[in-house]
């Protein structure tokens, strides 16, 4: 053997060299997490360059993420140098093939410089072709139906069978859809994601002699998490690997999370069948995780009834017990993953870059990422954009920026037809004109709409938006900066629309306007009398521009799903309570929560050393605060390897809290200013009740517990009924004033 790869073979246990070993006939490679499949993977592709078995150019590598094609490719560099690497055909399904159809796609009728749609443009186009055909998008939202023409086609269901299989109204309209909207994509020359995989297998079908060109380049095929490839990427592996048959795919059945999403566990099972001659390969030895984390996993994954049977043991050390975290609220939790974080940051000198915080909704990220904010902790959000970023939180904060500055042009452009209220681009055009030609804003043009010249029905509408946004901008100084942005919500339609669609995205969109209240809600509370929407825009601003951490030593925030493949010393798990992990959708169906539970399993084997589960006693879900129960998830867990923040061994089915139930229901509802307008309109006897009686309390030199501040000490107090404030001390975050109303302080 030549000595480079020697090398290669050297940081394998006998099992994995077997693997790389194996070069020719198809291989599949199962096991569990941590036991070193991606890196036999990569290993495997160095081995068949050192050997001289092929040529950098003749092995296609497929991953599931960017980020895990870039981190093979530089473990592949280490190995057999840059230059050699270079010629890899490394990536993610979509990357590898949009370059095919970049060469190839003239002979199925497109240009090389054909765009991808992304799923805002998808929906934007269909938006279009709902008006051709007179489909009401307030009845039937584009989302749904992209959401419904995506799925056939992920499983390479084409338009007229689609129509066949149609079972619904709203499929009825997706089937009439579906063949306008490819036909429309085809003439703008651009492909959606789902083209991407399907366009090629069309490409290969028509020309096989393009085919018999990408068979006989690739001889070595690897494809890395191959439980979470779907039908198309199936059929395109398949025909790909047809002619030399050098098939290597690694995976893990007990880590398929992505089903939502047309992924298909069978395709493990459908390689035995269509290769029965494959060398089947189980890696069985974890090199990641703690004996304690490694106990867990199993305790989890036994629940799960379709699932391979598969060991795992581990040489490494048994490590510290995995500790469950109780919270009162998500701030709370927020701020107990903080508190972690800098304790084990300082005691056992951890880098920011060990620790990740995992979720599995993206709107947990907003208040993990204050509290981390506030510590001073650099962070990044991996995945979906910082919660600021979102297109529904930009919507909602254009919408109040217009409030405090009306000529503020980019945030009027991005709202004033949305919801669609009929201000179609046309008049938008004239309106500008209009401005542009009195020399005004285009705010001012809306003022004066009547002179502009519009038909009566587009002025109409102007008119209204007008009134809407003028309506509001004059009760600015009158009303609660939340009731206000909540009332205005309301009332451009924006709330009902995310609604209506009802779609999950639709629903994690709403829960993340719902985050943007609480969050305001929370401003009004801590800022108190000072408390203006001008304020709270400022701290946003600011929020969003925050960026002066170095790149690299962060700490990861992220959803389970996007943490698929990574590891880390430290890991966080939060939001374990029913309804959010297992989300409620999932409860009804047993594949579905086995599904729920294998992410639970991916998240808990991301951990090398310490693990933390973390759960709040109450959280702000579908527009208020409520109180949650613990995850099913940790109820069913029979084993001795958790403790409690008090170090004490934790038994399922254990009340942690031991307080009595009446002091415990206060705590579990601590935010009555959370709570939505009508609410707290209709429970005025609560309120009375609640704030008189803690208000009597209250005198300067008591002793006070805030929900978030923690303990303090008031020194004084001002003002009268509503108004009365209290200024308080606290050791952990300095002296605040705040409103008696809101603050519900508990005197202790
Ligand atoms: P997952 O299922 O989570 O994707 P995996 O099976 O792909 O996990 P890897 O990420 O390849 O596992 O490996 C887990 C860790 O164990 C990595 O840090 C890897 O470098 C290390 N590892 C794997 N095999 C060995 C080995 N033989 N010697 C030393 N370390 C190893
Ligand atoms: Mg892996």
């Given at each position: 053997?030549?000595?480079?790869?020697?090398?290669?073979?050297?940081?394998?246990?006998?099992v994995?060299?077997?693997?790389?070993?194996?070069t020719?006939?198809?291989?599949?490679?199962?096991?569990?997490?941590?036991?070193?499949?991606?890196?036999?993977?990569?290993?495997?592709?160095?081995?068949?360059?050192?050997?001289?078995?092929?040529?950098?150019?003749?092995?296609?590598?497929?991953?599931?993420?960017?980020?895990?094609?870039?981190?093979?490719?530089?473990?592949?560099?280490?190995?057999?140098?840059?230059?050699?690497?270079?010629?890899?055909?490394?990536?993610?399904?979509?990357?590898?093939?949009?370059?095919?159809?970049?060469?190839?796609?003239?002979?199925?009728?497109?240009?090389?410089?054909?765009?991808?749609?992304?799923?805002?443009?998808?929906?934007?186009?269909?938006?279009?072709?709902?008006?051709?055909?007179?489909?009401?998008?307030?009845?039937?939202?584009?989302?749904?139906?992209?959401?419904?023409?995506?799925?056939?086609?992920?499983?390479?269901?084409?338009?007229?069978?689609?129509?066949?299989?149609?079972?619904?109204?709203?499929?009825?309209?997706?089937?009439?859809?579906?063949?306008?909207?490819?036909?429309?994509l085809?003439?703008?020359?651009?492909?959606?994601?789902?083209?991407?995989?399907?366009?090629?297998?069309?490409?290969?079908?028509?020309?096989p002699?393009?085919?018999?060109?990408?068979?006989?380049?690739?001889?070595?095929?690897?494809?890395?998490?191959?439980?979470?490839?779907?039908?198309?990427?199936?059929?395109?592996?398949?025909?790909?690997?047809?002619?030399?048959?050098?098939?290597?795919?690694?995976?893990?059945?007990?880590?398929?999370?992505?089903?939502?999403?047309?992924?298909?566990?069978?395709?493990?099972?459908?390689?035995?069948?269509?290769y029965?001659?494959?060398?089947?390969?189980?890696?069985?030895?974890?090199?990641?995780?703690?004996?304690?984390?490694?106990?867990?996993?199993?305790?989890?994954?036994?629940?799960?009834?379709?699932q391979?049977?598969?060991?795992?043991?581990?040489?490494?050390?048994?490590?510290?017990?995995?500790?469950?975290?109780?919270?009162?609220?998500?701030?709370?939790?927020?701020?107990?993953?903080?508190q972690?974080?800098?304790?084990?940051?300082?005691?056992?000198?951890?880098?920011?870059?060990?620790?990740?915080?995992?979720?599995?909704?993206?709107?947990?990220?907003?208040?993990?990422?204050?509290?981390?904010?506030?510590?001073?902790?650099?962070?990044?959000?991996?995945?979906?954009?910082?919660?600021?970023?979102?297109?529904?939180?930009?919507?909602?904060?254009?919408?109040?920026?217009?409030?405090?500055?009306p000529?503020?042009?980019?945030?009027l452009?991005?709202?004033?037809?949305y919801?669609?209220?009929?201000?179609?681009?046309?008049?938008?055009?004239?309106?500008?004109?209009?401005?542009?030609?009195?020399?005004?804003?285009?705010?001012?043009?809306?003022?004066?709409?009547?002179?502009?010249?519009?038909?009566?029905?587009?002025?109409?509408?102007?008119?209204?938006?007008?009134?809407?946004?003028?309506?509001?901008?004059?009760?600015?100084?009158?009303?609660?900066?939340?009731?206000?942005?909540?009332?205005?919500?309301?009332?451009?339609?924006?709330?009902?629309?995310?609604?209506r669609?009802?779609?999950?995205?639709?629903?994690?969109?709403?829960?993340?306007?719902?985050?943007?209240?609480?969050?305001?809600?929370?401003?009004?509370?801590?800022?108190?009398?000072?408390?203006?929407?001008?304020?709270?825009?400022?701290?946003?601003?600011?929020?969003?521009?925050?960026?002066?951490?170095?790149?690299?030593?962060?700490?990861?925030?992220?959803?389970?799903?996007a943490?698929?493949?990574?590891?880390?010393?430290?890991?966080?798990?939060?939001?374990?309570?029913?309804g959010?992990?297992?989300?409620?959708?999932?409860?009804?169906?047993?594949?579905d929560?086995?599904?729920?539970?294998?992410?639970?399993?991916?998240?808990?084997?991301?951990?090398?050393?310490?693990?933390?589960?973390?759960?709040?006693?109450?959280?702000?879900?579908?527009?208020?605060?409520?109180?949650?129960?613990?995850?099913?998830?940790?109820?069913?867990?029979?084993?001795?390897?958790?403790?409690?923040?008090?170090?004490?061994?934790?038994?399922?089915?254990?009340?942690?809290?031991?307080?009595?139930?009446?002091?415990?229901?206060?705590?579990?509802?601590?935010?009555?200013?959370?709570?939505?307008?009508?609410?707290?309109?209709?429970?005025?006897?609560?309120?009375?009740?609640?704030?008189?009686?803690?208000?009597?309390?209250?005198?300067?030199?008591?002793?006070?517990?805030?929900?978030?501040?923690?303990?303090g000490?008031?020194?004084?107090?001002?003002?009268?009924?509503?108004?009365?404030?209290?200024?308080?001390?606290?050791?952990?975050?300095?002296?605040?004033?705040?409103?008696?109303?809101?603050a519900?302080?508990?005197r202790?």
């Open positions: 053997l030549p000595e480079a790869a020697a090398r290669i073979l050297e940081g394998l246990n006998p994995q060299r077997q693997a790389v070993q194996v020719e006939g198809p291989v599949l490679i199962i096991a569990g997490p941590g036991s070193g499949k991606t890196r036999t993977l990569t290993h495997r592709i160095a081995y068949l360059i050192a050997t001289g078995r092929a040529r950098p150019h003749q092995i296609l590598a497929l991953t599931f993420t960017n980020k895990a094609a870039r981190e093979m490719m530089e473990r592949i560099e280490r190995l057999v140098g840059a230059e050699a690497a270079r010629h890899i055909w490394m990536g993610t399904f979509h990357a590898i093939f949009a370059r095919i159809l970049r060469r190839e796609g003239h002979r199925i009728g497109y240009t090389p410089d054909f765009s991808i749609y992304d799923t805002d443009d998808s929906e934007r186009l269909l938006r279009e072709l709902m008006a051709r055909y007179h489909i009401d998008p307030r009845q039937y939202s584009p989302r749904t139906i992209r959401h419904l023409i995506s799925g056939a086609k992920n499983q390479m269901i084409g338009p007229e069978e689609y129509a066949r299989l149609v079972a619904s109204p709203v499929q009825e309209k997706a089937a009439k859809l579906y063949g306008p909207y490819q036909e429309a085809r003439k703008a020359n651009a492909l959606d994601f789902d083209d991407l995989l399907l366009k090629p297998i069309e490409l290969f079908e028509q020309h002699d393009v085919l018999q060109r990408y068979q006989e380049r690739w001889r070595y095929l690897h494809i890395d998490e191959y439980q979470d490839t779907n039908r198309a990427q199936y059929v395109l592996a398949r025909k790909l690997a047809a002619a030399h048959r050098n098939l290597c795919v690694v995976g893990d059945d007990a880590q398929s999370i992505y089903a939502f999403r047309g992924a298909d566990i069978g395709n493990i099972l459908s390689f035995q069948r269509d029965p001659d494959a060398t089947v390969i189980r890696l069985e030895q974890n090199y990641r995780s703690t004996r304690r984390i490694l106990k867990l996993a199993e305790a989890i994954i036994q629940h799960n009834r379709d391979l049977e598969k060991r795992l043991w581990t040489e490494n050390p048994e490590g510290d017990p995995i500790v469950l975290i109780e919270a009162l609220s998500e701030r709370d939790e927020a701020q107990k993953v903080e972690r974080i800098r304790d084990l940051h300082v005691r056992y000198g951890y880098a920011f870059r060990d620790f990740a915080v995992l979720y599995r909704t993206n709107a947990q990220s907003r208040s993990l990422e204050e509290a981390l904010r506030r510590g001073g902790i650099p962070y990044r959000v991996v995945g979906g954009l910082s919660f600021y970023q979102r297109k529904e939180i930009k919507d909602v904060l254009a919408y109040l920026r217009l409030l405090v500055n000529h503020d042009a980019a945030s452009q991005r709202v004033i037809n919801p669609a209220r009929g201000i179609g681009q046309r008049t938008i055009e004239v309106l500008a004109d209009y401005a542009r030609q009195h020399g005004l804003s285009l705010w001012q043009a809306i003022e004066r709409v009547e002179e502009v010249g519009l038909p009566t029905r587009a002025q109409k509408a102007v008119q209204e938006f007008h009134f809407l946004i003028a309506r509001h901008a004059a009760k600015m100084d009158a009303m609660p900066v939340d009731e206000l942005a909540r009332s205005l919500l309301q009332e451009s339609g924006l709330l009902e629309e995310l609604r669609e009802g779609t999950p995205e639709a629903l994690a969109r709403w829960e993340n306007v719902q985050e943007l209240l609480n969050a305001i809600a929370e401003y009004v509370a801590t800022a108190g009398e000072q408390a203006t929407l001008s304020g709270f825009l400022q701290e946003v601003a600011l929020l969003t521009d925050l960026d002066e951490m170095p790149e690299d030593n962060r700490v990861t925030l992220m959803t389970l799903h943490s698929k493949g990574l590891e880390f010393p430290v890991v966080f798990i939060t939001g374990l309570e029913e959010l992990f297992p989300l409620a959708q999932a409860t009804q169906d047993r594949k929560l086995e599904e729920e539970r294998r992410l639970f399993y991916v998240g808990v084997t991301r951990a090398q050393r310490h693990l933390f589960l973390c759960y709040a006693r109450s959280r702000y879900r579908y527009g208020e605060q409520q109180p949650s129960v613990r995850s099913r998830f940790l109820e069913e867990l029979d084993t001795d390897v958790i403790v409690t923040e008090a170090g004490l061994p934790f038994r399922r089915g254990e009340v942690l809290d031991r307080r009595p139930r009446s002091e415990r229901y206060v705590e579990m509802d601590p935010h009555y200013y959370r709570r939505p307008l009508q609410q707290r309109r209709s429970s005025g006897a609560t309120r009375r009740v609640v704030y008189d009686e803690g208000a009597g309390e209250i005198v300067p030199g008591a002793r006070v517990e805030h929900a978030i501040f923690g303990e000490k008031v020194l004084a107090l001002e003002g009268q009924g509503d108004q009365a404030r209290a200024i308080v001390f606290f050791p952990e975050v300095g002296q605040k004033k705040l409103v008696l109303k809101f519900r302080l508990r202790i």
